[in-house]
């Protein structure tokens, strides 16, 4: 339709209802532009630059599974965002402030987006791809977690709106572009309160991120937040302050290099066999390790971690250890999500969990979860969830072998944390406790004071990250009073 007829169309409408009306989706669209200073304004920015200061949280990593007090302190905050090209450069530093198993220092992070392509560049400047399609898929859809660009992809062809509802005071529609999809929320005046979108987290299963806006500012005539946080679910992830924001300023290049384009997705899992004792073996990945102890009539597999991938692995490489056994029993050392990602696999597998007092509740909630996104092994096969727990201290043994798990009370990694020792071998499994050849051992002390009150005698010990070492390694690191 030429603008002539649009304009008559649109004139006439009033006394006639001669046109169609707008629809509500265009109607939502015209709203949120004009809420954030006019589509003309909006289609024309070329670039945004946000920079502040803000807060990070640690989900999945806290003292407790539902702990949410551990923050990093945010500094030096930059997200360059280029609307044109579709790329985004996140840069920040973070500051620990609580017991970091990487020590106080403050960390720069460079979080990248290049199109289709995701990577980070870590502190050596070197580039590294994200390590799953979930988690690139996911910074893809965070460049529209932005009203601004998220408008802009609204005017564009390949992009669909729909479903235009009411909710009690606000309106949401949803937007479709390629692989991204996401809901905006924006208030009676159109301005954009929020904007969503449906995510797969290998632990928490079908997950909503959302992206929160406040404190809106003019930039140049374009009206943008200057308070934006985010959230999993209903964790809040971070929170940032803007205290400079500039519209069409030149921003750096945004490229990804060769290696990253071209490397492939994660490796796939390996698992190295390491015997501790007679029916005791080490089974090491690349970064996260398992242990698998015999029994007379069955197995206890020892930590299912990094991925359902890894400890479908681990599974397969313990029934070819043992023939013949089933394995019934695993405990997991802590909640934390890097150490217990492959938990739901060895659920469907049958086994019981074993876990400290404090994670039962949450071993529940991870084994209920929806996972329709990415159906998992449990998602595709209901199994009856066993959970058994350990206060202090618990000893599971029979004819064949002992195996005492301990609570490492007062550790500062984490509040419901287990060690195993096993008597016959003198041999002390743990986790992040103490992890040998790390730059700090913040929590090594408190490991050590744990062995020590329990009179516990331990020739070697076997940690999940890292390589075995003798306990003089721990003591050397951990002995010192002030360390
Ligand atoms: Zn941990």
Same mark, same amino acid.
């Given at each position: ?308 991938? +890894?400890? @479908?692995? #681990? ?10 056994? $089933? =394995?019934?029993? %695993? /405990? ?121 009150? +329990?009179? @516990?005698? #331990? ?10 070492? $003798? =306990?003089?390694? %721990? /003591? ?8």
């Amino acid at each position: 339709m030429s603008l002539r007829t649009f304009v008559m169309c649109y004139s006439l409408f009033v006394i006639s209802s001669g046109c169609t009306p707008k629809p509500a989706e265009q109607q939502f669209i015209d709203d949120a532009m004009r809420a954030v200073g006019g589509r003309d304004k909006v289609v024309a920015v070329r670039s945004i630059v946000i920079e502040g200061t803000g807060v990070n949280y640690n989900l999945g990593q806290d003292m407790k599974p539902e702990a949410a007090t551990q923050q990093f302190a945010i500094t030096g905050y930059k997200r360059e965002i280029n609307a044109e090209q579709g790329k985004q450069r996140i840069e920040q530093v973070r500051t620990p402030k609580f017991a970091y198993f990487q020590g106080p220092q403050p960390q720069t992070q460079i979080q990248v987006l290049d199109g289709d392509i995701a990577f980070n560049v870590g502190a050596n400047g070197a580039a590294t791809r994200l390590a799953t399609a979930t988690a690139e898929r996911d910074r893809r859809a965070e460049l529209f977690h932005h009203p601004i660009t998220a408008l802009i992809a609204a005017t564009v062809p390949l992009t669909t709106v729909s479903n235009v509802r009411a909710v009690g005071d606000v309106r949401q529609a949803d937007f479709a572009f390629r692989d991204r999809a996401w809901t905006m929320t924006i208030d009676a005046a159109g301005l954009p309160l929020s904007i969503s979108s449906k995510s797969y987290q290998p632990n928490l299963g079908d997950v909503v991120m959302t992206t929160t806006f406040a404190d809106y500012q003019d930039v140049n005539g374009v009206k943008l937040p200057a308070r934006i946080s985010g959230k999993v679910d209903d964790f809040t992830t971070y929170e940032i302050q803007a205290s400079k924001q500039t519209i069409d300023a030149p921003v750096g290049d945004i490229t990804a290099p060769a290696e990253v384009i071209k490397a492939a997705a994660s490796a796939p899992p390996n698992v190295a066999v390491t015997p501790l004792g007679k029916g005791v073996w080490l089974l090491a990945g690349q970064s996260h390790h398992s242990v698998l102890v015999e029994f007379a009539d069955h197995l206890m597999l020892i930590e299912a971690p990094q991925s359902e991938a +890894r400890t @479908l692995a #681990v599974i397969a490489k313990a029934k070819e250890l043992v023939k013949n056994k $089933p =394995l019934t029993q %695993l /405990v997991t050392t802590h909640h934390h999500f890097d150490h217990t990602a492959g938990m739901r696999a060895a659920i469907a597998e049958g086994m019981t969990v074993i876990t400290q007092a404090g994670n039962k509740a949450w071993v529940e909630s991870m084994a209920r979860r929806p996972h329709t996104m990415f159906p998992d092994t449990l998602a595709k096969k209901a199994t009856r969830l066993e959970v058994e727990t350990v206060d202090e201290e618990k000893e599971i043994t029979d004819a064949s072998n002992t195996v005492m798990l301990y609570h490492v009370a007062g550790n500062p990694h984490s509040d419901t944390m287990l060690m195993a020792y096993i008597p016959r071998d003198r041999v002390l499994i743990e986790v992040d406790a103490f992890s040998p050849g790390s730059a700090v051992h913040p929590y090594a002390a408190n490991l050590l004071e744990n062995i020590q009150k +329990r009179n @516990l005698r #331990v020739d070697k010990i076997v940690p999940l990250h890292g390589a075995i070492a $003798p =306990l003089a390694e %721990l /003591v050397k690191v951990g002995g010192a009073k002030g360390n």
